[in-house]
């Protein structure tokens, strides 16, 4: 599909977002505070982030985080909760997903390779 093309109004940007480790591991730790109390996180927003090849492999919960456009190519998710998160338009090809809970998320037009798919819950999960 091309990314110029969408007929649902979406326009991704010509450049993804770039953001370091650092960022992405800060972008964590007060999602995880906003799932405890939404009145002193922050929810995880991922729009349009270039996050090829990074490693979400420490049990990481990013339930109801925005990955809309997300570039997730060779990313490797391993007990990764995506639980109601929009991952509508993200690319996970080449990513492995191994033990990653999709229940009802949005996979609208996500784009991803079902042979690195391993033990997934995709309950509920819709757009597929």
């Known amino acids: 599909m091309n990314r110029d093309s969408y007929s649902e109004g979406y326009n991704s940007p010509r450049f993804k977002r770039y953001i370091d480790w650092k960022e992405v591991a800060e972008i964590i730790s007060r999602h995880e505070m906003w799932l405890v109390d939404s009145s002193k996180g922050i929810k995880a927003n991922f729009q349009d982030c270039l996050l090829k090849g990074f490693r979400f492999e420490q049990a990481t919960d990013l339930r109801g985080a925005n990955l809309l456009g997300a570039d997730l190519q060779y990313a490797k998710l391993h007990n990764v909760k995506l639980c109601g998160a929009n991952l509508k338009y993200a690319n996970l090809r ?33 757009g597929l």
């Open 94 to 126: 080449n990513a492995e997903l191994n033990n990653v809970d999709f229940y009802r998320a949005n996979l609208q037009s996500t784009q991803f390779d079902y042979e690195y798919l391993n033990k997934a819950n995709l309950e509920g999960a819709f």
